[in-house]
C-alpha cells in the first residue's frame, strides 16, 4: 500500500515539475474531461485524497475551494501541508485496518459500509485515474507528459 501512495507522490511531485514550464494561462484552462483544468485537478487529486483518510480518521473534511488556490504555488504548497497527515496515516497502516468498516452516509439518506483497504486503493486508483487525464491534457498542448512508469522510481530496492 505505501509503495503505491509513495508512487503517486512522486509523480504528482513531477507533474508540479512539469507545470512549472507551461504558462498560468495552460494551468487554468478548461478542458474536456475530469474536472477542468490542470491546475483544478492536481487541487482535486490532494483534496481528494486527504478528504478520505480524514473520513476514515472520524476528522474534519477538507472544505476549501478551488478558487483559494488559483496558482501553481498555492495548490503545492497545500498539497504538501495536507500530505503531512496523509504520510502519517500510511506509515502507520497495518494489515488489521484493510476490513476496518467506515459507515458512509450519503446525501440522499442512503448509507454504506466500506472496508479501510477498498478505501485506500480507491484513493490510489483515484490518482492514477487523474493523472492519465493530464497525459492527455499534455499531449494536447504539444508537451511530452510525466512518464507514469513505475519502475525506475527507486520504490522497491532488489535484495542483491
Known amino acids: 500500500m505505501q509503495t ?3 508512487y503517486n507522490w512522486i509523480v504528482r511531485e513531477q507533474w508540479y515539475q512539469w ?3 507551461v504558462p498560468s494561462e495552460e494551468l487554468l484552462k478548461a478542458r474536456t474531461g475530469g474536472v477542468g483544468s490542470i491546475l ?3 487541487f482535486h487529486i490532494a483534496d481528494v485524497e486527504y478528504s478520505w483518510i480524514q473520513f476514515m ?3 474534519p473534511d477538507f472544505q476549501d475551494s478551488f478558487e483559494m488556490y488559483g496558482s501553481l504555488d498555492q495548490v503545492r504548497t497545500l498539497d504538501r ?3 503531512h497527515d496523509v504520510e502519517a496515516f ?6 488489521s485496518m484493510e476490513t476496518r468498516p467506515l ?3 450519503r446525501p440522499d439518506g442512503t448509507s454504506e459500509v466500506h472496508a479501510w483497504g477498498e478505501v485506500m486503493r480507491h484513493v490510489i486508483a483515484h490518482e492514477i485515474h487523474h493523472i492519465g487525464q493530464l497525459s492527455v491534457w499534455a ?3 504539444g508537451r511530452a507528459p510525466v512518464s507514469a512508469n513505475l519502475i525506475r522510481k527507486g520504490l522497491i530496492k532488489p535484495s542483491v
Open 40 to 42: 483544478k485537478t492536481l
Open 90 to 95: 500510511v506509515t502507520a497502516w497495518d494489515s
Open 4 to 6: 503505491f501512495f509513495r
Open 81 to 83: 501541508r495536507l500530505r
Open 103 to 105: 459507515y458512509d452516509v
Open 139 to 141: 499531449r494536447e498542448i
Open 57 to 59: 480518521l472520524g476528522g
Open 19 to 21: 507545470c512549472e514550464g
